[in-house]
């Protein structure tokens, strides 16, 4: 009975970290895809190089290879590989709890940051927009208040007389008296942000469940196997 288990539960191992590992697939392509196609990536210059594509480049990579490793040790039944994914959940769900942490305790901190960025950001466009060049940024804003419906940080104030004509509120924009979205895009992605923090809680803590269960399976499986004296079998 105990050995049906124990196959029942190595088994189940080898179909939900292939199930991760195709999960991790779609993520990392889904990654590539947006690095290729999204230009989002300069609403906040001093994490310039942790944008959304990038992301979940490193998600899908960090999936792909710990699923690979829980699922080919369940399969052989490897006590190092089994050990080493164990190590590896742990560190990513102590991760996960530090970064969930350090966003609630520095909440202010980062909300001010966030304004000065897109602050800083903004002026950015608006020299450029002024000096006739056309850059990255200016994408940006315009995907952002086209699809937030608002305009500058605060206002279209913010444009000064620049304003972009993602900022009408009417289509076509009547460019000798524009109609501009009244609400600022800080407040709307504070907003869009504060809406999906529950949700984003929850699938934190659904993926930690499923690490730890996932550390148990491990540690059960590694525990078996070293009673068995199958310590290193191929």
């Known amino acids: 009975m105990a050995q049906n288990c124990l196959k029942c539960l190595k088994y189940t191992m080898c179909v ?14 889904f990654g590539v895809f947006m690095m290729l196609n999204s ?5 906040i210059p001093t994490l ?11 998600t899908g990579i960090i999936m792909t290879c ?7 040790g369940a399969l052989k039944e490897n006590r190092c590989l089994l050990i080493t994914f164990f190590i590896l959940l742990l560190i990513l769900m102590l ?26 950001s903004l002026k950015m ?6 000096g006739g060049n056309s850059t990255m940024n200016t994408d940006d804003w315009d995907i952002i208040q086209t699809t937030f419906q608002c305009c500058g ?16 509120s009417m289509s076509p924009c009547d460019i000798k008296h524009p109609v501009y979205w009244k609400a600022g895009c800080y407040n709307k992605l504070t907003e869009w942000f504060g809406k999906n923090f529950l949700a984003t809680g929850v699938g934190v803590i659904v993926l930690c469940i499923i690490e730890v269960l996932g550390m148990c399976f491990s540690m059960t499986l590694f ?5 068995s004296g199958l310590a290193y079998k191929l």
Request: charged share 20%; with cysteine; proline share 1%.
């Open 16 to 29: 939900v970290n292939f199930l991760c590992f195709i999960c991790g697939t779609a993520v990392f392509g």
């Open 95 to 120: 991760v996960e709890l530090t970064v969930a942490c350090l966003l609630l305790v520095y909440e202010t901190e980062i909300d001010s940051f966030l304004k000065k960025d897109l602050t800083d």
């Open 39 to 43: 230009k989002v990536s300069a609403l």
């Open 48 to 58: 310039y190089s942790l944008n959304l594509s990038n992301t979940l480049l490193i």
């Open 223 to 227: 525990c078996h196997i070293s009673r």
């Open 125 to 130: 466009s608006r020299d450029s927009a002024k």
């Open 153 to 168: 940080v605060n206002n279209a104030s913010d444009w000064k007389d620049k304003a972009p004509m993602s900022c009408c």
């Open 66 to 72: 710990v699923s690979f490793l829980g699922f080919l």
